[in-house]
């Protein structure tokens, strides 16, 4: 008997050209999608709702440092993001792709319910800084098999006309899963709580509820597809997801991590930490940099398959070269403005603006990933040297930031996030279009 866990079902392949293949391709990506979102979800509720749980985990200070010290872990649940990349790749090219998918999920649901159900600094001392680095380096391991599996499941269920596009909403979900955290947030905000109920509690809420719902994701991709991708590759290849076979692809692998450099620093500094920069350096309250970061954010996700469809007319490199030269050009300007606007629509239309660069990147960064490999080694390959990539510059972005400003010299930064976007620039530049040489179409 079959069970939603048996990934090696000849009757769950993909069968391209029949008359239900749209229909059954909406399922898929639907139900690879919502995992995308819960998984994300719950690690960004973390970075969102810093700025309240801080003080509870660590000795009384002024907020920058303690702002440093929850930046710090969130830095540290970076670092096994290179573990998860290589745990679920290797996972996802031996076992199948929606295998890893739901191992992935579950693994993120008992990191949340960690974070919601430890207690104060003030309650048990130093354990509540370790529980919290306990927890997050579980969704580290987590969200690091997350990108590649899902990135690589979502190529391969694609049609080749639309592959761009398809791939495109891994960002509508990720960006969605930072929509749902700071939506829930604003609620709390403005609805349900006070703020001195926030800092005391409910910052647990939005822990709780991600617990929930990794567990509805998992129902959801115990029900999907396995690819024919992975099948053949399953049939015919004996050496899958190992990194024996990875290292037979090192231009690949350089490629993955270059242009990725640029992309993730600009991501998490628009996104993750732009929320601590309102707050911390424009000097707005906690209620409008969540908004406005909110808003931003909302838009962004809405760019995400605008961007991936026009990939698929005009090709992926055009767009990543884009983001690298406007990201070189008009990084500093922007970081700039933003640091010393006063009108919150101007700093609204900052941010729109940032993003708008920024998309050239994210839309399709996955896809472009997912085609330089072969099939018995691409969730591997794509997650593993990303994730690497992202532990190094994504992870340490916010803190680097703050800790920069804590010493006065917060527009350093800003040259940092520039001189990185313009290596990858390079990068790009160099690099041959996925979209015409995509391994993913020799299967």
Known sequence: MNTPF??????????????????????????????????????????????????????????????????????????????GGWLFGRLADRSGRKKA?????????????????????????????????VARLLQGLSVGGEYGTSATYLSEIATPARRGFYSSFQYVTLIGGQLLALGLQLILQKVLLTSEQLHDWGWRIPFF?????????LYLRSKLKETENFQK???????????????????????????????????????????????????????????????????FALLQPVFGLLSDVIGRRYLLMGFGILGTLFTVPLLTSLSQASSQLEILGLLITA??????????????????????????????????TVAIFGGSAEYIALYLKSIGHENWYYYFVTVCIFTSLIVYVSMKDTKYTSLIEKE
């Open 233 to 299: 590759a399953s049939q015919t290849h004996t050496n899958r997801g190992s990194l024996q076979e990875l290292f037979r692809h090192p231009k690949a692998i350089a490629t993955v991590i270059g242009l990725t450099l640029g992309g993730t620093i600009a991501f998490y500094t628009y996104s993750t930490y732009m929320q601590k920069f309102l707050v911390n350096t424009v000097q707005l309250t906690k209620d409008e940099s969540t908004l406005l970061t909110f808003l931003s954010l909302a838009v």
């Open 101 to 133: 998918m739901t191992s992935s999920v579950l693994l993120m649901s008992f990191g949340s319910l960690l974070i919601a159900l430890t207690p104060t600094y003030a309650s048990i001392g130093i354990a509540a800084p370790v529980l919290l680095l």
């Open 209 to 217: 509820i991600g617990a929930l719902l990794s567990v509805v994701a």
């Open 355 to 388: 993003l708008l660069i920024v998309s050239g990147y994210t839309s399709i960064n996955a896809v472009v990933k997912a085609e330089l490999f072969p099939a018995e080694v691409r969730a591997l390959g794509v997650g593993l040297p990303y994730a690497l």
């Open 6 to 83: 048996d990934v090696n079902q000849k009757t769950s392949s993909v069968h391209p050209g029949k008359a239900h293949d749209m229909q059954w391709r909406l399922k898929a990506i639907f139900g690879g999608a919502i995992g995308n979102l819960v998984e994300w979800y719950d690690w960004y509720a973390y970075s969102a709702f810093s700025l309240y749980f801080a003080a509870s985990f660590f000795p009384k200070g002024d907020l920058t440092a303690q702002l440093l010290n929850t930046a710090g872990i969130f830095a540290v649940g970076f670092l096994m993001r290179p573990v």
